[in-house]
């Protein structure tokens, strides 16, 4: 997806040049193609530079023997000389017609066209179809050891109180939610195996916590404690973000893709399972409540530290197949400070990978 944008934005680019070469005199425009023989050349040195580089990390990794390295080698030299003859060919034509007809020749159709490794720039005279550019000498990486993923987590909320069974919770089961999203890496640990990832990140976290029995979050001094509202309550709601960086061990098997070009580990519909924890420190908390006065509506967003702990750290885990995965998470910090009465958060629910 991000490789397609990047190429968007490139042609974008091109096209905004084409707008302005219409009023460029065959002079400047030959110039122009000058210079572009020049970077052909570069382009296509770079390349080989990276397919040589390639093929020389395959040889060491024990995949292909001398002798193969040797042919493929001598096949990239080749398939990029070509590439440059073909290439500022194209350009000297381009060149003789600007020159032979002092600028004027027929107005062609100039269209952008997306290719598989980059950008290519088509020229459709009549029905006449040429590529002035293509731009398909980028490299692939041969092994990508590092992935990344967008992460999603939503579930339920509550909290383990010491001496306390989490059925005896004050905390409403259902309405008590959290919400995790953020960026998370996957690096490969061992060279030639991918059933052990290191995954690190960043993650916001939106723990909320709905009091049963109408009551809602008071502070009294360096003590944070549930009282009865003195109004029917509809909704009473405290809610703590946190920012918080996730590291995990992931374990599971996947599958090789292997090309003379690259080769990729793929995660797709394989079992895996994480284990780790996370450090942090919260950035936000608010209490909502809402209720009626004398058939009034009245909304009440209360903004205070309600002697949160500003340090947040904790144990996580996940398992599942693919990009959804069962997700748990445990607070080892007390939500509130020095409470009489410690409370941990705990959350359950689902993690998306996307």
């Known amino acids: 997806m991000r490789t397609i944008a990047k190429q968007i934005l ?32 570069l382009q296509e ?7 040589v580089k390639t093929i020389t990390t395959r040889l060491e990794r024990g995949e292909i023997t001398e002798e193969k390295a040797r042919e493929l080698k001598e096949e990239a030299a080749r398939k990029r000389a070509l590439n440059i003859e073909d290439r500022l060919a194209i350009i000297d034509n381009r060149i003789a017609l600007l020159n032979r007809n002092k600028g004027e020749v027929l107005e062609a159709r100039k269209e ?15 029905d ?32 383990l109180i010491d001496g306390q069974s989490l059925s005896d919770s004050p905390y409403k089961v259902g ?37 049963k029995d109408n009551q809602y979050f008071v502070e009294n001094g360096n003590q944070t404690e549930l009282q009865e509202f003195a109004f029917e309550l509809n909704k009473s709601k405290l809610r703590v973000d946190n920012l918080v960086f996730p590291v995990h061990f992931e374990f599971g098997p996947s599958k090789v893709k292997r090309t003379d070009q690259k080769i990729r580990y793929s995660i797709d519909n394989q079992f895996r399972f994480g284990i780790g924890g996370y450090g942090g420190f919260n950035i936000g908390v608010r209490q909502k409540l809402k209720y009626r006065i004398d058939g009034s509506r009245v909304k009440d967003k209360l903004k205070r530290d309600y002697n949160v702990n500003n340090l947040v750290y904790g144990l996580s885990a996940y398992a599942g197949v693919g990009g959804t995965l069962l997700y748990i998470k445990y607070d080892l910090n007390p939500i509130f400070e020095d409470a009489v009465v410690e409370q941990r958060n705990i959350s359950l629910g689902l993690r998306f990978d996307l």
Do not use: H
């Open 10 to 41: 490139i042609a974008i680019l091109l096209l905004a040049g084409l707008a302005t070469s219409a009023q460029e005199t065959y002079q400047e425009k030959v110039a122009k193609l000058e210079k572009q023989k020049e970077q052909i050349t």
């Open 45 to 51: 040195k770079e390349a080989l530079k990276e397919e």
């Open 112 to 126: 952008i066209s997306i290719i598989e490794d980059g950008v290519g720039l088509t020229i459709n005279v009549g």
């Open 128 to 159: 006449e179809e040429l590529k002035l550019f293509q731009n398909n000498s980028k490299v692939p990486v041969y092994d990508r050891r590092t992935y990344s993923d967008f992460v999603l987590a939503v579930g339920f909320n509550n909290a």
């Open 175 to 211: 309405g008590s939610r959290f919400l995790e999203f953020g960026w998370n890496w996957r690096t490969r640990v061992f060279r030639n195996s991918n059933f052990l990832r290191f995954n690190y990140g960043f993650s916001f976290q939106f723990n909320g916590l709905k009091p």
